[in-house]
């Protein structure tokens, strides 16, 4: 927890990320203050979809699994790969994406840090935007409170608590949050 935080913005890190799994990312997102209810079905959607994907691919041990393939399948999963990433430049490059930021979520909410820029507007209701995935530019919106704002050192941070999730959804992000964690400790074991 940053010490130049004022007492909102630590209040709001313990609310959204004490006992809870929470993981630190840079992914593209953003929030758009405002009225909206999100699409709570298309996030689930989403996050099922990927955590299949994902699943199937066997992220830890991707290489080994591979071997254990027949080769024709692990070419078609390589080309698989390949498309995938061709057609999220494409998307990228035709549409005006999020910029990766500098981010703490868990199921309970986000904390974005935000680029140079005028003060975030410390009240209100929004939609935070999230690209879950690095290799697929489709992205969760879900409705969120603005709980904190904070300046200090040039940067600035913004707390978002969202509403309250449908169960469904709740637990595919614990999901995807599992998967992620799980992730960045393999990566420290490297």
Known sequence: MNAHWPAPARAAETALFDDTLACDAILPAGFVPGPGTGQPHEAEA???SLAQVEDLRGEDGA?????????LAQRMDAKLDLVLALLG??????????????????????????????EP?????????????EWLPDSLELPATVLATASAEGRRWLW???????PGLEDALERQLFRMHRREVAARRR
């Open 160 to 166: 978002l608590r969202f509403a309250d999730l449908p």
């Open 46 to 48: 989403l996050l099922r």
């Open 63 to 71: 290489e080994e699994k591979r071997g254990e393939l027949p080769q």
């Open 89 to 118: 430049r494409l998307v990228r490059q035709s549409s005006p994406g999020l910029p990766a930021l500098p981010l703490r979520w868990s199921v309970h909410g986000v904390r974005l840090e935000l680029p140079a820029g005028p």
């Open 121 to 133: 507007d410390g009240h209100g209701h929004g939609l935070v935007r999230l690209q879950p995935s």
